[in-house]
């Protein structure tokens, strides 16, 4: 999900300009890390019982893949925004 790599492009695959692939073609790259550029609420701002979070990424996510590997903690009155790589 995140930093993901791609190498291969099968045979009979159609390309953007309508042209079709006649073997298979390899090449690779890899895409960055997603990374956190901003939370709200955040640590200057009391928040209610009853909160919707809002976390911006610096690229467009799959939102059920980045819950898929998100956690959130509470402990005494602070919350921590966890996720793997």
Known sequence: MLNNKY???PAGSVS???EET????TFEFTTSY????NIYP??????PR??????LFDQQIDPENILSVSSLYVRDKMA?????T
């Open 50 to 55: 009853k909160l919707r979070i809002f976390v």
């Open 22 to 25: 006649h073997e298979d073609f």
């Open 7 to 9: 190498t291969q492009v």
């Open 42 to 47: 955040n640590d200057s701002v009391i928040a």
């Open 34 to 37: 997603v990374t956190v550029e």
């Open 80 to 84: 921590f925004l966890c996720y793997q």
């Open 16 to 18: 953007a300009l309508g």
